[in-house]
């Protein structure tokens, strides 16, 4: 599955953005997905994942994410969205989104837990 992540850019501190994830001429309708996001000199970090019907969605710990990120999917478009929101400059990053068959528990929090990666798509936020 080739996924391709879209939607990055600059913004100021307070905007937001809509990142969309995509699988060009192919139905990713069976895979769960995931956003991952990766600042300069720092782990991959979990922000948030839905399941295959998208009755299911999860967000990472971070204190970073909690109410201002929100995943949906439509499976009719092929398309996973997350609308990020009050974005602050720690929200800097390079954003990942991953597809897995059969993730669970923990797996679906770290990124070992996902087959297919997209390459990524640069967020920037200025302050």
């Known amino acids: 599955v080739q996924l391709q992540a879209s939607g990055g850019g600059l913004v100021q501190a307070g905007g937001s953005l809509s990142l969309s994830c995509t699988a060009p001429g192919y139905a990713f309708s069976n895979y769960g997905i995931g956003w991952f996001r990766q600042a300069p000199g720092k782990e991959r970090e979990f922000v948030a994942g839905?399941?295959?019907?998208?009755?299911?969605?999860?967000?990472g710990d971070s204190d970073f994410v909690k109410g201002r990120f929100t995943i949906s999917r439509d499976n009719a478009k092929n398309t996973v969205l997350l609308q990020m929101s009050s974005l602050k400059p720690e929200d800097t990053a390079v954003y990942y989104c991953?597809?897995?068959?059969?993730?669970?528990?923990?797996?679906?929090?770290?990124?070992?837990?996902?087959?297919?990666w997209g390459q990524g798509t640069q967020v920037t936020v200025s302050s």
């Open positions: 991953a597809a897995t068959l059969a993730c669970s528990g923990y797996g679906c929090y770290a990124d070992w837990g996902y087959e297919h």
């Open positions: 839905i399941n295959w019907s998208g009755d299911n969605t999860y967000y």
